[in-house]
C-alpha cells in the first residue's frame, strides 16, 4: 500500500527490491517539486532571490529537459523532443534556465508532467527488455554507456539537489517551508 503524505507526496518504501526503492525516491522528488511550485503564478515562478538568477519556473523546465535528455535520449538514444529539438543549447547552454521567465505556469507545468509521463513511459520499455544493470543505448563521452541504475541513482540527486533551490525559492514567495 502506497502512503500519501498531506503534501500529495507518495512516500518511498521501507522495504522493497532496489528497483521499486529507486523508482519510490525518484517519485518522492518529483512530488516535492510539484508541491515547491503548486499554486504559484508567473510572477513567483520568475523570482530570484540575490546572489542567484534561478527561479522555480527555470527549475520545472531545467528538470523537463534533464527528464528527456536521460530517459529518452541518453537511455534510448531517440531524438530530442519538443522543444529541445529546435533549440541550439551549444549556442545557449542555460536556454531552459532563461527562457522559462517568458512562459506561463501552465505551459512549464505541462512541459514538465509531460516529460515525466514519457521518462515512465521510457522506463517500462527499458525494464521490458532488461534490469537496471543495463546499459543505456547512448554512448557517454569517454566511451562507455551508463546503466539505468545510473541513470535512476543520477536523476534523484539532480531532483534532490534543485528541491534544495525550490526550498529556499519557495520560502523567500510566501514562507511555505518544508522539506
Known amino acids: 500500500m502506497i502512503t500519501v503524505d498531506e503534501h500529495g507526496r507518495p512516500e518511498p518504501p521501507l522495504g522493497a527490491g532496489e528497483l521499486e526503492m529507486l523508482l519510490g525516491f525518484l517519485d518522492w522528488q518529483r512530488s516535492t ?95 521490458g527488455r532488461c534490469g537496471l544493470d543495463q546499459p543505456a543505448a547512448r554512448i557517454a563521452t569517454g566511451g562507455e554507456a551508463p546503466s539505468l541504475r545510473w541513470i535512476l541513482v543520477h536523476m534523484i540527486e539532480e531532483y534532490a539537489r534543485h528541491n534544495g533551490h525550490a526550498d529556499l525559492l519557495r520560502e523567500a514567495i510566501d514562507g511555505l517551508v518544508g522539506e
Open 33 to 127: 517539486l510539484a508541491w515547491k511550485t503548486r499554486g504559484l503564478g508567473h510572477d513567483e515562478l520568475a523570482r530570484t532571490i540575490p546572489s542567484s538568477s534561478i527561479t522555480l519556473g527555470g527549475i520545472l523546465k531545467h528538470l523537463a529537459w534533464v527528464e528527456d535528455h536521460r530517459f529518452s535520449h541518453v537511455l534510448h538514444h531517440r531524438p530530442r523532443a519538443r522543444p529541445w529539438a529546435a533549440i541550439d543549447l551549444a549556442a545557449d547552454a542555460n536556454w531552459e534556465w532563461t527562457s522559462a521567465r517568458s512562459d506561463t505556469p501552465e505551459e512549464l507545468r505541462s512541459l514538465w508532467s509531460a516529460s515525466v509521463v514519457a521518462s515512465r513511459d521510457a522506463m517500462v520499455t527499458a525494464l
